[in-house]
């Protein structure tokens, strides 16, 4: 037998389910992305969310309202990720690298099953886009897109950001753009059957407006690429805008 309610949660629950949900977007749903962070010098380090005003202790009040309002949390909110570090041995001496590899799995780890609610990702731009032409996705990186692929059954976003100003120059030309995108697709994004929109995230004012006529070009040069292009400048994502109705 489950245990009686407490009064105040018990008065909540006797509320419209309108209201409760109301409720659960306006504590739950921020305005920018939940950030994520590591310590970047440790192998396998702890994912750290930043304390930015998002509390969970609603969740913990009783078994209803966590199943109520978690599918909220995770799929309207957008959840921004660090890249991993980790180890290699060469001939016997180790060493520590910078692997360029998106910190995701720790998260899908802890969340367990919630991890088929989330609908918005963001990741950082692959490192070894800048280095090599074509472009190349390290067999890490493509892994990271396949766990994306079987743990986050209803993902409609993934943001690619651009740490440095001049990390997305290359877009300007709508052949190397292409290639990119393409070397995305390819490696594990395509694969990703509710994946509507992949949005091109850059600080630089300027440069973004001077790609905001590329899009569909890009589109043209990319015809097997069936999700929607979009660029933009950081912070990212907003407040998504699918009605807390959606989920009654």
Request: a neutral charge; hydrophobic letters at 35%.
């Amino acid at each position: 037998m489950s245990e009686p309610l407490q009064p105040e949660s018990s008065c909540f629950l006797r509320a419209p389910v309108e209201i409760r949900f109301r409720i659960y977007y306006e504590i739950f749903v921020k305005d920018g992305p939940v950030h994520f962070g590591a310590d970047r010098c440790q192998l396998d380090a702890p994912l750290v969310r930043r304390p930015e005003g998002l509390s969970s202790a609603l969740l913990r009040v009783n078994k209803t309202i966590h199943q109520e309002a978690t599918r909220i949390l995770y799929s309207e909110n957008l959840f921004q990720f660090p890249d991993a570090y980790c180890f290699r041995e060469p001939e016997g001496d180790s060493f520590c690298f910078y692997s360029a590899v998106p910190y995701v799995a720790p998260f899908l780890q802890q969340i367990g099953q919630n991890a088929r609610f989330l609908r918005h990702i963001s990741i950082n731009f692959p490192k070894s886009f800048a280095s090599r032409r074509p472009p190349v996705l390290q067999a890490a990186f493509i892994r990271v897109l396949r766990l994306l692929r079987e743990s986050c059954t209803d993902l409609r976003t993934v943001e690619i950001v651009s740490e440095n100003p001049n990390g997305l120059v290359p877009l300007q030309n709508i052949e190397q753009a292409g290639q990119m995108l393409q070397t995305l697709h390819d490696g594990g994004l395509g694969n990703i059957p509710t994946l509507e929109k992949v949005v091109l995230v850059h600080p630089d004012d300027s440069l973004i407006e001077a790609f905001a006529s590329t899009c569909e070009p890009l589109r043209q040069h990319t015809p097997s690429i069936k999700w929607t292009i979009q660029r933009k400048k950081t912070p990212p994502m907003t407040r998504t805008s699918t009605s807390y109705l959606a989920y009654i």
